[in-house]
Nanobody, 125 residues
Framework: QVQLVESGGGLVQAGGSLRLSCAASGHTFSSYCMAWFRQAPGKEREFVALVSSKSGGRTSYADSVKGRFTISRENAKNTVYLQMISLKPEDTAVYYC?????????????????WGQGTQVTVSS
């Protein structure tokens, strides 16, 4: 069993920055594909970014965040980060950290086994 705990959300003005963190329990974190998803009110949960544990730490991003968000992981601390810059009001959502022990490197939320409780990000215009 893996537990994920997100932190770092908050209220920021458009154009601002935030860094989200996701701390994972368990000694197998380094072998999991880790991802961030988000869900805005009235919308479905959507993929934001992922970082693989293999392939040299391959990353993938949703088109809507490319060039503005950066995902990274620090295996020694069992933590994955999402650095967000140039934030826009449409980035407002609850952001979730997710872990996939099968390393499918998928953008589909249904293929992630473990989830955090989410952290709210609100971007004001």
């Amino acid at each position: 069993q893996v537990q994920l705990v997100e932190s770092g959300g908050g209220l920021v003005q458009a154009g601002g920055s935030l860094r989200l963190s996701c701390a994972a329990s368990g000694h197998t974190f380094s072998s999991y594909c880790m991802a961030w998803f988000r869900q805005a009110p009235g919308k479905e949960r959507e993929f934001v970014a992922l970082v693989s544990s293999k392939s040299g730490g391959r990353t993938s991003y949703a088109d809507s965040v490319k060039g503005r968000f950066t995902i990274s992981r620090e295996n020694a601390k069992n933590t994955v980060y999402l650095q967000m810059i140039s934030l826009k009001p449409e980035d407002t959502a609850v952001y979730y950290c997710a872990a996939d022990p099968y390393e499918l490197e998928s953008t589909s939320s249904g293929l992630y086994l473990y989830w955090g409780q989410g952290t709210q990000v609100t971007v004001s215009s």
